[in-house]
């Protein structure tokens, strides 16, 4: 999991909203499906599948069960500390972590560039001080 958005303290305690300090929780429709999911009895099957996938043989390779799990990688959520403390923290999932629904609104997913999430959760460590400095200088919404 990667997380930021503290601009105000730079430490994981800060931040704030355009609403104001916080805002509430919106919905928890959207639940946090990542690329841990697969099964491991699928994981030899998915690696199988994708290399002919990917060199052109026919689509009866794959199996669309698996690619449908396969592309809800990347949720991106609110940070909290709690119902309805919503700020301008957020994080993205890297690992299945079911056990944030109904606490973490999911807003949006990652739909090209994991292989960026990947090498960003790789600046961490366990005091939460990344390696290197990591900054997001430019965001937008594009349509799906």
Not at 47 to 74: M, N, Y
Not at 115 to 123: L, P, R, S, T
């Amino acid at each position: 999991m990667i997380q930021g958005g503290d601009f105000t303290r730079g430490d994981g305690r800060g931040g704030e909203s355009i609403y104001g300090e916080r805002f509430a929780d919106e919905n928890f429709k959207l639940k946090h499906e990542g690329p841990g999911e697969l099964r491991s009895l699928y994981s030899l099957q998915v690696s199988f599948d994708a290399f002919f996938l990917l060199r052109g043989f026919p689509s009866h390779w794959w199996d669309s069960k698996l690619e449908l799990q396969i592309s809800k990688a990347g949720r991106l959520s609110m940070a909290n500390a709690g119902p309805n403390t919503n700020g301008s923290q957020f994080f993205i999932t890297t690992v299945t972590t079911g056990w944030l629904d109904g606490h973490h609104v999911v807003f949006g997913k990652v739909i090209a560039g994991m292989d960026v999430v990947f090498k960003i959760e790789a600046q961490g460590r366990q005091s939460g001080v990344p390696k290197a400095k990591v900054v997001i200088v430019d965001s937008g919404v594009m349509p799906i």
